[in-house]
C-alpha cells in the first residue's frame, strides 16, 4: 500500500517535470488527491527555490588552492603508505587484501624460521624455549595414548641430550629433564648419566631411590653439573615389590609369573646345572627372568666359591634368553667360558677371577646399567656353548665342573669383595629388607620398565 | 561511473593538476550547495566547498573507484566538514537574512508561484531538520534535478528505496517548513 502510494507520487513528479499541472496529475490520482497535494505542492516550491549562488572571486580562489594542493602532493615525496596505497590502487584490488597477504606471508615465514632455528637449539639458546613450546604443541595434539608416550619418552631423551651438551659446553641456563635415578651419593646425583648436585634448597619431593623416575629442574651450574632446584620422584613408581620365594624352584614358571618376579628365582640353582639348563632356556625364550639371578646370586653369601661360579654361569643362561635385559657384565663373559673348554680349561680358571666383575656388579650402583647393555648379539655365544658338549668330550664336560673349581680356588673367596662385604648376605634374600635385595629389583623394574616403554 | 570520469579521477590520482581542475569544476555547484543548505551561509559555504576538494586532492590516493560517484566521495567529506565546523563554532549558524539574494527572476515565475515563494535560507533552516539521506534526496532530486537512478548511485540504494525516501523526505520537509514558518513571509 505505502509502496502503490510511493509509485504514484513518484509518477507525479515526473510528470510535473514533464510539464504536466499540478491539477491534471492529481485527477489522474483522485483516490490520492488528498494526500498527493501538499507533497507536490511543495515539490514545484523546491524547483523554484534558487540557491545563492558562490561569488565568482571565491569559486576562483577555491580552484587555486585545490591547484596548490596538487602540486604539494606531487611535490611531496610518498611515504610509504601513500607508496603502498598506489600500489595497490594499481593492483585495483582491496587494500585489505594485499596487506593480509603479506603479513600472512610474514607469519608463517617467521613461524618457519623460528622452528628451523630452534631445531638444533641447546639450553642457554634464546630458541630453545620455542623447540620446548614445539614439543609441548606436538604432545598436546597427540591423542593416541600409545603415540603420545613415545614421543613423550623421545623428547625425554632429547632433552637429556640436551642438558649434557650444554653441560659439556659449559653453558649456564635452566633446565628442565626427566630420567632414571642412577645414584645417590650424599649430594651428587646420578640421573640418567647427568650430575645432579643436590643442595639444602633443592626441594625435593618424594622418596628418592635408586632407579626412581625424577623431574628434575635446576640449572647448570658451568661447572659439569646441574643444580638441582627441585626434584619430584614419580609417586606412580613405588619401590619395587618384595619379591616372592616361590619362583625360587625353576626359571620355567617364568609363563605364569611376571617377568620382574622370574628373574630373581632364577638365580639359586645354576651352578651345578650350567650345562644342562642352557640349551633349554634359550629356546624358551622366557629367559627375561633368569637374567636377574646373576645379580642375586653374587650378592648371595650362600657359598662364596658356589657364589663366584654361579655368577659366572648364570649369565650364560641369562643371555642366551634375554637379549634385551642382558647385564653387560654378565654377558660377556659367557663367551669367555666357551673358550675355555679347549684343553687349556684348567689354565683359564683363573678367568673365574675376573668373576669378580659381577662382584663389582654386586654393588647396586652398577646394576642400573642394564639399560645399557643390550648386547643381545653376544647371546648367540651361549649357543656355542653347546659346542662344547658337540666336541662331545664328555670328560670335558667336566670342565665346567672345573670352572667350578674356580669357587674352589681360594681366589675368590678370598677375593675380600664377596667376602667383605656382608650386605650381599643380608640382602639376597628377598624376605631381608636390607635394601640392595631391592634396589636390584628396582634397577631390573627400570629396565624392563624402559624395555616397556 | 562513465569512462572518462574514472580516467580523470585516475589522471588526478597519478598528481595531474589539470585533472584535479577539472573535477573541480565539474562538481564544485553541487559541493556548495550541498553546503550551503547545512551551515546555511553563504561565504562558509564557498569556504567549506574549496577545503572540500583541497581533502579531495589530499586524499586522491586512497580513493577506489567502485563505481559509486565521485559525487557521493565529496558530500561524505563535506559532511565531515560542516559536522566539524559545527563543533567548533557551536550548534548551528545562523541565517542571516540580508545574505539572502534575489533569488528568481519574478517575472519567469507563475503568478502563484511568487505569491507563496519558497526562500532558500529558509529552506536551509528547515532541512537542518532532515536525516541525511532526506536532506540528499531533496537536494539532488529537487533543486538539483536528478533522476531516481542517479540519486540511487549517489545514496548506494535501490531507485524503490528513492521513492520511497523521496516521499518520506517531501512529508517531513513539509511539517519543518511549517515548524520554520517559511510561508508566513
Redesign the interface.
Known amino acids: 500500500m505505502r509502496s502503490d502510494f510511493d509509485a504514484t507520487l513518484d509518477r507525479c513528479l515526473a510528470d510535473l517535470a514533464a510539464g504536466a499541472s499540478l491539477d491534471t496529475c492529481l485527477a489522474r490520482h483522485p483516490d490520492h488527491a488528498a494526500e498527493l497535494r501538499p507533497l507536490l505542492e511543495l515539490a514545484v516550491d523546491l524547483q523554484y527555490v534558487t540557491t545563492p549562488r558562490a561569488a565568482d572571486g571565491a569559486r576562483a580562489e577555491g580552484r587555486q588552492r585545490v591547484l596548490a594542493a596538487a602540486a604539494a602532493r606531487l611535490e611531496q615525496r610518498p611515504s610509504f603508505a601513500t607508496w603502498w596505497r598506489r600500489a595497490v590502487l594499481a593492483l585495483r584490488v582491496p587494500v585489505w587484501r594485499p596487506a593480509a597477504a603479506l603479513a600472512l606471508v610474514l607469519l608463517v615465514a617467521t613461524a618457519a624460521f623460528l622452528l628451523v632455528a630452534s631445531t638444533s637449539s641447546l639450553p642457554g639458546d634464546a630458541f630453545y624455549p620455542v623447540k620446548l613450546a614445539r614439543q609441548a604443541v606436538q604432545l598436546a595434539f597427540t591423542f593416541d595414548p600409545l603415540k603420545e608416550r613415545i614421543l613423550a619418552d623421545q623428547f625425554a631423551t632429547e632433552r637429556r641430550y640436551d642438558v649434557g651438551a650444554a653441560l659439556s659446553m659449559g653453558r649456564t641456563a635452566t633446565v628442565h629433564f626427566e630420567g632414571i635415578l642412577e645414584s645417590i651419593d650424599e649430594d651428587r646425583w646420578l640421573v640418567s648419566g647427568l650430575p645432579v648436585v643436590v643442595s639444602d634448597a633443592t626441594r625435593i619431593d618424594g622418596e628418592p631411590y635408586r632407579g626412581a623416575p625424577v623431574d628434575v629442574r635446576g640449572e647448570l651450574s658451568g661447572a659439569g653439573n646441574v643444580r638441582a632446584l627441585s626434584v619430584f620422584v614419580d609417586p606412580d613408581h613405588a619401590p619395587w615389590p618384595e619379591m616372592t620365594g616361590t619362583a625360587t624352584s625353576t626359571p620355567t614358571p617364568t609363563a605364569s609369573l611376571p617377568p620382574r618376579t622370574a628373574a630373581p628365582t632364577a638365580t639359586a640353582r645354576p651352578p651345578a646345572t650350567l650345562t644342562a639348563p642352557l640349551p633349554p632356556s634359550t629356546p624358551t625364550g622366557t629367559a627375561t627372568p633368569t637374567i636377574t639371578p646373576t645379580p642375586v646370586r653374587t650378592d648371595e653369601p650362600g657359598g662364596p666359591a658356589g657364589a663366584t661360579a654361579s655368577t659366572t654361569a648364570t649369565p650364560l643362561v641369562i643371555s642366551s634368553p634375554l637379549p634385551a635385559t642382558g647385564e653387560p657384565t654378565a654377558t660377556r663373559q659367557p663367551t669367555e667360558p666357551v673358550e675355555t673348554p679347549s684343553p687349556p680349561g684348567p689354565t683359564d680358571t683363573p678367568q673365574p677371577t675376573r668373576t669378580p666383575l659381577p662382584s663389582v656388579t654386586r654393588q647396586p650402583t652398577n646394576t642400573p646399567r642394564p639399560t645399557e647393555t643390550p648386547l643381545p648379539t653376544d647371546t648367540p655365544p651361549p649357543s656355542a656353548t653347546p659346542q662344547p658338549t658337540e666336541k662331545s668330550d664328555p670328560g670335558e664336560t667336566p670342565e665346567p665342573a672345573d670352572t667350578a673349581r674356580p669357587t674352589e680356588t681360594p681366589e675368590p673367596t678370598n677375593t675380600p669383595k664377596l667376602t667383605k662385604t656382608p650386605e650381599p648376605t643380608e640382602t639376597p634374600k628377598p624376605g631381608d629388607d636390607d635394601g640392595s635385595g631391592r634396589a636390584a629389583c628396582k634397577k631390573q623394574g627400570v629396565a624392563t620398565a624402559r624395555r616397556r616403554a | 561511473m562513465p569512462d572518462d570520469q574514472v580516467a580523470l579521477i585516475r589522471r588526478?590520482?597519478r598528481?595531474?593538476?589539470a585533472a584535479?581542475?577539472a573535477l573541480?569544476?565539474e562538481h564544485?555547484?553541487a559541493v556548495?550547495?550541498y553546503c550551503?543548505?547545512r551551515v546555511g551561509d553563504?561565504?562558509l559555504?564557498?569556504?567549506l566547498?574549496?577545503e572540500v576538494?583541497?581533502r579531495?586532492?589530499?586524499k586522491?590516493?586512497?580513493y577506489?573507484v567502485r563505481g559509486r560517484p565521485l559525487l557521493a566521495w565529496l558530500y561524505t567529506i563535506a559532511r565531515n566538514l560542516v559536522v566539524d565546523t559545527h563543533r567548533a563554532n557551536g550548534r548551528m549558524m545562523h541565517i542571516s537574512l540580508d545574505?539572502?539574494?534575489?533569488?528568481?527572476d519574478g517575472n519567469a515565475?507563475p503568478v502563484d508561484?511568487v505569491a507563496?515563494?519558497?526562500?532558500?535560507e529558509c529552506?536551509a533552516a528547515a532541512m537542518a531538520r532532515l536525516t541525511e539521506d532526506q536532506r540528499q534526496v531533496?537536494l539532488g532530486?529537487?533543486?538539483e534535478?536528478r533522476t531516481?537512478a542517479q540519486m540511487g548511485a549517489l545514496l548506494n540504494k535501490t531507485e524503490?528505496a528513492i521513492?520511497?525516501l523521496?516521499?518520506r523526505a517531501?512529508?517531513a520537509?513539509?511539517r519543518a517548513?511549517e515548524i520554520e514558518r517559511c510561508y508566513e513571509v
Do not use: W
Request: hydrophobic letters at 45%; aromatic letters at 12%.
Open positions: 588526478a590520482q598528481g595531474d593538476a584535479c581542475a573541480y569544476d564544485y555547484d556548495y550547495r550551503y543548505y553563504t561565504d559555504a564557498q569556504d566547498a574549496a576538494f583541497v579531495m586532492v589530499e586522491l590516493d586512497i577506489q545574505q539572502a539574494e534575489p533569488a528568481v515565475m508561484q507563496r515563494r519558497l526562500e532558500a529552506l531533496i532530486k529537487f533543486v534535478g531516481n524503490g521513492k520511497s523521496q516521499h517531501l512529508a520537509l513539509r517548513l
